[in-house]
């Protein structure tokens, strides 16, 4: 069993950065792939980007490429997402999950964060 915990979101205009961070419970952490995805209100969920166990392998989606860089830190058990030249189309909570092999869709992940807010202002 993995709990996950998001924070860092919050209000950016556009064009500025932001990091959100997940800390996960367990020994296992270092086990698990990552992903970030996002659901604005009135659409579905997304994938955003993901990371190998090792942190060795790192994937995104189109829309964030070469403006979001997710990283991981496996000995304080915690997945970081650094956003950079954030727009009004980057609003969304940011819900980070784990599973035992990288995928591009949520149902590649077994365990779900809560999620984070982040509201890009215009």
């Known amino acids: 069993q993995v709990q996950l915990v998001e924070s860092g979101g919050g209000l950016v205009q556009a064009g500025g950065s932001l990091r959100i961070s997940c800390a996960a419970s367990?020994?296992?952490?270092?086990?698990?792939?990552m992903g970030w995805f996002r659901q604005a209100p009135g659409k579905e969920r997304e994938f955003v980007a993901a990371?190998?166990?090792?942190?060795?392998?790192?994937y995104y989606a189109d829309s964030v490429k070469g403006r979001f860089t997710i990283s991981r830190d496996n000995a304080s058990n915690t997945v970081y997402q650094q956003m950079n030249s954030l727009d009004s189309g980057d609003s969304a909570v940011y819900l980070c999950?784990?599973?035992w092999g990288v995928g591009l869709t949520s149902d590649a992940y077994t365990y779900w964060g809560q999620g984070t807010q982040v509201t890009v202002s215009s």
């Open positions: 999950a784990a599973g």
């Open positions: 367990g020994r296992t952490f270092r086990r698990y792939a």
């Open positions: 990371i190998s166990s090792s942190g060795g392998r790192t």
